[in-house]
T-cell receptor, first 115, second 110 residues
């Protein structure tokens, strides 16, 4: 149980285009999901907290107009990187908060490369 | 200000040995302390976690020791195996939102 999927697992896009990443909780309902980015050999950096049916809460320094988050259902949250640039290339990981409210279950990550 | 400090940055252990990774936190409002294991190119996987009202938790070869007064907690991996070679992250959570340590790269030599 507690499986989180992400799609796509990797994507290459051209500078200036937008990319959408999906995060799904497969066997449980997640009212809260989190989006992280991770650079090579570094820790996870929280970008935003996504709550079902409401606006996402962004961490300081994260551009909300660039990283659009939508949490339209209890099993799906999406992250759209708008007008992507090479510096947006990173490993993006989502997680879903478990039913007890404490644990987080992570997706497998999406490798974004912007050329 | 780094809220969760993790050490060491890297660790090399012989097969069968004990791997110990330490973390320290500052905010006493944290109420959940998980450890995650991450393999290259994969998302982190929850390994074991502890609440602050417990001083130790053991699951198989993995044990968390928690010292509330010192605001420190550690992961012990007994009988370390080459398959345990990965990056380990500690985290401290409050309201379900986690702050991560910088990670420890563990290498278990056969």
């Amino acid at each position: 149980g507690a499986v989180v999927s992400q799609h796509p697992s990797w994507v290459i896009c051209k500078s200036g285009t937008s990319v959408k990443i999906e995060c799904r909780s497969l066997d449980f309902q997640a009212t809260t999901m989190f989006w992280y980015r991770q650079f090579p050999k570094q820790s996870l950096m929280l970008m935003a907290t996504s709550n079902e049916g409401s606006k996402a809460t962004y961490e300081q320094g994260v551009e909300k107009d660039k990283f659009l988050i939508n949490h339209a259902s209890l099993t799906l949250s999406t992250l759209t990187v708008t007008s992507a640039h090479p510096e947006d290339s990173s490993f993006y990981i989502c997680s879903a908060r478990g039913t007890t409210g404490f644990e987080q279950y992570f997706g497998p990550g999406t490798r974004l490369t912007v050329t | 200000q780094q809220q969760v400090k993790q050490s060491p940055q890297s660790l090399i252990v012989q097969k069968g040995g004990i791997s110990i990774i330490n973390c320290a936190y500052e905010n006493t409002a944290f109420d959940y302390f998980p450890w995650y294991q991450q393999f290259p190119g994969k998302g982190p996987a929850l390994l074991i976690a502890i609440r602050p009202d417990v001083s130790e938790k053991k699951e198989g070869r993995f044990t968390i020791s928690f010292n509330k007064s010192a605001k420190q907690f550690s992961l012990h991996i007994m009988d370390s195996q080459p398959g345990d070679s990965a990056t380990y992250f500690c985290a401290a959570s409050m309201g379900g939102k986690s702050t991560f340590g910088d990670g420890t790269t563990l290498t278990v030599k056969p």
